[in-house]
C-alpha cells in the first residue's frame, strides 16, 4: 500500500500531495500563533534580554494573531492553489511517448520539463518490473546471438 493512500468509508483513497503541504505550512502558522501569546503571557524579551517587564496586553497579542492569520490564509491558499495549476499543466502527455505539452504548445519530454520548471534534480533508474523486463530481453538478445553463432560455424555441433 501507498504511504500516500488512506481508506474513507471502506474504499481506499488517494490523498493529495498538496494538502499535505497546505497542512504543514498550517502548522507553522499555528505554531508562530501559539508563540505569539506565549510570548504576550510571559514576557519573552524581558526573560532573555532583560528589557523592561511589559504587562499582558491581550490586544496586542490579537492584533498580531489577526496578522498572522492573514498572513497564513493567503500564503497557504496562495501556494495550495499554485501547485495546483503547475500540475493541471502535466495532465496533457501523450499516451504513447509520455511527453508533456508546455506552455508554448510544443511537447517535451517530461525530464526536460521538469528540470526547466521546477527546481529539481531527476534521478533516473529503471523500476523492478523494467529492469527484469530489461533483463530478459538481453537474455533473449544473447541467447540469439548464440544461436547465429552456432549457424555460422559450421561442425561446431
Given at each position: 500500500?501507498?504511504?500516500?493512500?488512506?481508506?474513507?468509508?471502506?474504499?481506499?483513497?488517494?490523498?493529495d500531495?498538496?494538502?499535505?503541504?497546505?497542512?504543514?505550512q498550517?502548522?507553522?502558522?499555528?505554531?508562530?500563533m501559539?508563540?505569539?501569546w506565549?510570548n504576550?503571557?510571559?514576557?519573552?524579551?524581558?526573560?532573555?534580554?532583560?528589557t523592561?517587564a511589559v504587562?499582558f496586553?491581550?490586544y496586542?497579542?490579537?492584533?498580531?494573531?489577526?496578522?498572522?492569520?492573514?498572513a497564513?490564509?493567503?500564503?497557504?491558499?496562495?501556494?495550495?492553489?499554485?501547485?495546483r495549476?503547475?500540475?493541471?499543466?502535466?495532465?496533457?502527455t501523450?499516451?504513447?511517448c509520455?511527453?508533456v505539452?508546455?506552455?508554448?504548445?510544443?511537447?517535451?519530454?517530461?525530464e526536460e520539463?521538469f528540470?526547466?520548471?521546477?527546481?529539481?534534480s531527476?534521478n533516473t533508474?529503471a523500476?523492478?518490473?523494467?529492469?527484469?523486463?530489461?533483463?530478459a530481453?538481453d537474455?533473449?538478445?544473447k541467447k540469439?546471438a548464440?544461436?547465429?553463432?552456432?549457424?555460422?560455424?559450421?561442425?561446431?555441433?
Amino acid at each position: 500500500m501507498s504511504t500516500d493512500s488512506e481508506y474513507k468509508d471502506g474504499a481506499r483513497t488517494r490523498t493529495d500531495a498538496f494538502t499535505n503541504v497546505a497542512f504543514w505550512q498550517l502548522m507553522a502558522f499555528v505554531f508562530l500563533m501559539c508563540f505569539i501569546w506565549l510570548n504576550e503571557y510571559m514576557d519573552l524579551p524581558a526573560i532573555v534580554f532583560g528589557t523592561c517587564a511589559v504587562g499582558f496586553d491581550p490586544y496586542r497579542a490579537a492584533m498580531l494573531s489577526a496578522g498572522v492569520i492573514t498572513a497564513g490564509i493567503i500564503t497557504v491558499g496562495h501556494t495550495y492553489e499554485r501547485q495546483r495549476k503547475m500540475v493541471q499543466q502535466l495532465v496533457q502527455t501523450c499516451l504513447y511517448c509520455h511527453r508533456v505539452m508546455n506552455e508554448d504548445g510544443r511537447w517535451e519530454h517530461v525530464e526536460e520539463y521538469f528540470v526547466r520548471n521546477f527546481p529539481v534534480s531527476l534521478n533516473t533508474s529503471a523500476c523492478p518490473d523494467c529492469q527484469q523486463m530489461l533483463e530478459a530481453v538481453d537474455a533473449s538478445k544473447k541467447k540469439i546471438a548464440k544461436i547465429q553463432d552456432e549457424k555460422l560455424q559450421p561442425g561446431a555441433n
